[in-house]
Structures are given as structure tokens and as C-alpha cells.
């Protein structure tokens, strides 16, 4: 009887440990400024970028879950933007790609522009090890999509979460994935400039010139799933 009362005092002070340590996770949170932007049960806090009519974003389990798309189906396709604007802040979040799949995180996106990536620099979401085509580094996960490529990366594979952190102050940026820096630039060096002027991003006069802007979650018809999304202003 004695043993039975020990063995319920120790799973009940486990049990007590974990809620208090889960506490205090979100009071230094708020303490250290962190809000989230996620709520895990509405999209409040979301919208369609330039409000369009979609139905390819839902809440499931506690994500923000990005619907694949489907032959026969009505599919209004898009991306999701925050309601409110950033211009220097660090952004953590999980996400999770399927197989094949292709998404992205995009920042300072003005809706100025016909689309989030004609201003938005992109934080790549790939399933590298399967997505169709030869892809080149700066296409890979954790990149600044067709400019830097991802260097010294640990990419969780299909169905598992990865981390992903991006730093926003000035001029500098940081993308961190699964706890490590992987790409590092400065907005308007000449190596920006040089950059910019042998990509795509070329004939888009609007692209990393916006100061403050919104984070845009990229629809790119494939399936994706987002959650613990925290953001900070520095």
C-alpha cells in the first residue's frame, strides 16, 4: 500500500512539474515580448492578401493547414497575410510539408503589388528530398528563395516538424532552421544588388524595398501545415 501511494505521488508531482513548466515556457514568452500570431482553433489575425475569395486555407489540429490542390473541386487558391505589419522583429514557427510539396514564408509583403512576392523576400518550405525536377541550393528549404542558399542545414524529412526563425532588423536578416543560422544578407549591399540583379527578381522593381509589411504564408497548391507561430518586435 505504501509503494502504490509513492508511485502516485511521483506521477502526480510529474504530472504538476509538466503543467507549471509549460506555465512558465509562456510567461517568459510574454515576458521576453513574444504574442502569438496563431491562436491554434481561428484564423483570426489572417486574411486572404488582398482579401480575395479562397477556400484553399483551414484549421485542423491546431494548425493553419494549406488544402492540396484537387482535380474537379472548386479551388480558389492564395495566400494567407497577417493583419498586422512588421518592419523589425524575429518570427519562429513550426511548419510541415507533404511529399512533393512547396510553400514559403514570406515578409514585409505590401499589398501595393499584384502579388505577396513581388515584395516579399521568401523563406523557402520544400520537401527537397522529393520535389520533382532538379532544384538548385537557393530553391531549398530555409533559403532566401532564389538569391542565398540554405548552408549547414539540418531538414527534418516528410511528416515531421520543422523549426523555422527569421530575424528582421534594419537592413539585416537571419533564417534559422531546426536551431541553426543558415542564411545571413543585408537589404541594399552591393552584394543584395548584385544578387537581385541576376534573379528573377530583376523585373520586379517593388522586391525587399518595403520597410514594413505583412507575413504572408505562400498557397502554392500543395499541402502545408503551420502552428506555434510567435512573433516578436525588436
Given at each position: 500500500?505504501?509503494?502504490?501511494?509513492?508511485?502516485?505521488?511521483?506521477?502526480?508531482?510529474?504530472?504538476?512539474?509538466?503543467?507549471?513548466?509549460?506555465?512558465?515556457?509562456?510567461?517568459?514568452?510574454?515576458?521576453?515580448?513574444?504574442?502569438?500570431?496563431?491562436?491554434?482553433?481561428?484564423?483570426?489575425?489572417?486574411?486572404?492578401?488582398?482579401?480575395a475569395d479562397i477556400n484553399s486555407w483551414e484549421v485542423v489540429d491546431g494548425?493553419?493547414?494549406?488544402?492540396?490542390?484537387?482535380?474537379?473541386?472548386?479551388?480558389?487558391?492564395?495566400?494567407?497575410?497577417?493583419?498586422?505589419?512588421?518592419?523589425?522583429?524575429?518570427?519562429?514557427?513550426?511548419?510541415?510539408?507533404?511529399?512533393?510539396?512547396?510553400?514559403?514564408?514570406?515578409?514585409?509583403?505590401?499589398?501595393?503589388?499584384?502579388?505577396?512576392y513581388a515584395t516579399g523576400p521568401e523563406y523557402q518550405v520544400l520537401d527537397?528530398?522529393?520535389?520533382?525536377?532538379?532544384?538548385?541550393?537557393?530553391?531549398?528549404?530555409?533559403?532566401?528563395?532564389?538569391?542565398?542558399?540554405?548552408?549547414?542545414?539540418?531538414?527534418?524529412?516528410?511528416?515531421?516538424?520543422?523549426?523555422?526563425?527569421?530575424?528582421?532588423?534594419?537592413?539585416?536578416?537571419?533564417?534559422?532552421?531546426?536551431?541553426?543560422?543558415?542564411?545571413?544578407?543585408?537589404?541594399?549591399?552591393?552584394?543584395?544588388?548584385?544578387?537581385?540583379?541576376?534573379?528573377?527578381?530583376?523585373?520586379?522593381?517593388g522586391y525587399g524595398t518595403v520597410r514594413k509589411g505583412h507575413i504572408d504564408?505562400?498557397?502554392?497548391?500543395?499541402?502545408?501545415?503551420?502552428?506555434?507561430?510567435?512573433?516578436?518586435?525588436?
Amino acid at each position: 500500500m505504501t509503494r502504490i501511494l509513492i508511485l502516485g505521488f511521483l506521477i502526480l508531482s510529474a504530472c504538476q512539474t509538466k503543467t507549471d513548466s509549460t506555465n512558465q515556457s509562456s510567461e517568459t514568452q510574454n515576458t521576453e515580448g513574444w504574442h502569438s500570431l496563431f491562436d491554434g482553433q481561428t484564423m483570426n489575425g489572417w486574411r486572404p492578401f488582398k482579401n480575395a475569395d479562397i477556400n484553399s486555407w483551414e484549421v485542423v489540429d491546431g494548425t493553419l493547414h494549406c488544402k492540396p490542390f484537387q482535380e474537379g473541386a472548386e479551388n480558389k487558391r492564395g495566400d494567407l497575410i497577417s493583419e498586422g505589419q512588421y518592419e523589425n522583429f524575429e518570427l519562429k514557427l513550426e511548419w510541415k510539408i507533404s511529399s512533393q510539396g512547396n510553400s514559403g514564408i514570406m515578409f514585409r509583403v505590401s499589398e501595393e503589388y499584384d502579388q505577396p512576392y513581388a515584395t516579399g523576400p521568401e523563406y523557402q518550405v520544400l520537401d527537397d528530398a522529393n520535389y520533382p525536377g532538379e532544384v538548385k541550393a537557393e530553391n531549398q528549404s530555409g533559403s532566401n528563395y532564389d538569391l542565398h542558399a540554405a548552408t549547414g542545414k539540418t531538414l527534418k524529412p516528410v511528416g515531421e516538424w520543422n523549426e523555422a526563425r527569421i530575424l528582421v532588423k534594419g537592413d539585416h536578416v537571419e533564417h534559422w532552421l531546426n536551431g541553426t543560422k543558415v542564411v545571413e544578407y543585408e537589404f541594399n549591399s552591393e552584394d543584395w544588388k548584385q544578387r537581385v540583379a541576376n534573379s528573377k527578381w530583376k523585373d520586379f522593381p517593388g522586391y525587399g524595398t518595403v520597410r514594413k509589411g505583412h507575413i504572408d504564408l505562400q498557397d502554392h497548391g500543395n499541402e502545408v501545415w503551420y502552428r506555434n507561430i510567435m512573433i516578436r518586435e525588436l
